[in-house]
T-cell receptor, first 113, second 112 residues
Framework: QQQVKQSPQSLIVQKGGISIINCAYE??????FPWYQQFPGKGPALLIA?????SEKKEGRFTISFNKSAKQFSLHIMDSQPGDSATYFC????????????FGSGTKLNVKP | DGGITQSPKYLFRKEGQNVTLSCEQN?????MYWYRQDPGQGLRLIYY???????QKGDIAEGYSVSREKKESFPLTVTSAQKNPTAFYLC???????????FGDGTRLSIL
């Protein structure tokens, strides 16, 4: 059973548009939620992360929204650019086993010029 | 420049053969990890190590083995017992605690 469910599997957005990727989880012990960006042939790179004591975190064009009661969190990419075309993964870890991260299945984003 | 180096970038295995994937980090991180990435399945944890000479099984450890004799190195051996080894293998490290992981650029393993 997948601990973190991610959607959509793929996403096409026009340049300048907003890209939205959603993740949901069941384990209420999860308390750290990073997002990773991966380009083809490369390892994932940390993009932005959030803890459940805040509902939103913004870094440049990237924003994480967090809904603790719904057990959902999402990544918003504002003013999407062709260089943002990559695969994005959400992840979660628990305070009880903080060395173990559970990853979503990934979203392949294609930003069209 | 600090980072994680995985080698080789591409690796081919014959049936019944063991192969070892290298992972070296110069970030002075205590924790190291091995993940397997298959299309559409995200990353699945194979093994992780929090300190030298100690490691723990992840979710899909069967057919794999690791060692952690030095802080900088965490090699992964894909044994002949792993029946479906074709995948992209990623090594990661973290300073420990609740901080996110840094990843290498992966090794793509294929079967001849």
């Amino acid at each position: 059973q997948q601990q973190v469910k991610q959607s959509p599997q793929s996403l096409i957005v026009q340049k300048g548009g907003i890209s939205i990727i959603n993740c949901a989880y069941e384990n209420t012990a999860f308390d750290y939620f990073p997002w990773y960006q991966q380009f083809p042939g490369k390892g994932p790179a940390l993009l932005i992360a959030i803890r459940p004591d805040v509902s939103e975190k913004k870094e440049g064009r990237f924003t994480i929204s967090f809904n603790k009661s719904a057990k959902q969190f999402s990544l918003h990419i504002m003013d999407s650019q062709p260089g943002d075309s990559a695969t994005y993964f959400c992840a979660a870890s628990s305070e009880y086993n903080f060395n173990k991260f559970y990853f979503g299945s990934g979203t392949k984003l294609n930003v069209k010029p | 420049d600090g980072g994680i180096t995985q080698s080789p970038k591409y690796l081919f295995r014959k049936e019944g053969q063991n192969v070892t994937l290298s992972c070296e980090q110069n970030l002075n991180h205590d924790a190291m990890y091995w993940y397997r990435q298959d299309p559409g399945q995200g990353l699945r944890l194979i093994y992780y190590s929090q300190i030298v000479n100690d490691f723990q099984k992840g979710d899909i450890a069967e057919g794999y083995s690791v060692s952690r004799e030095k802080k900088e190195s965490f090699p992964l051996t894909v044994t002949s017992a792993q029946k479906n080894p074709t995948a992209f293998y990623l090594c990661a490290s973290s300073i420990g605690g609740r901080l996110a992981q840094h990843f290498g650029d992966g090794t793509r393993l294929s079967i001849l």
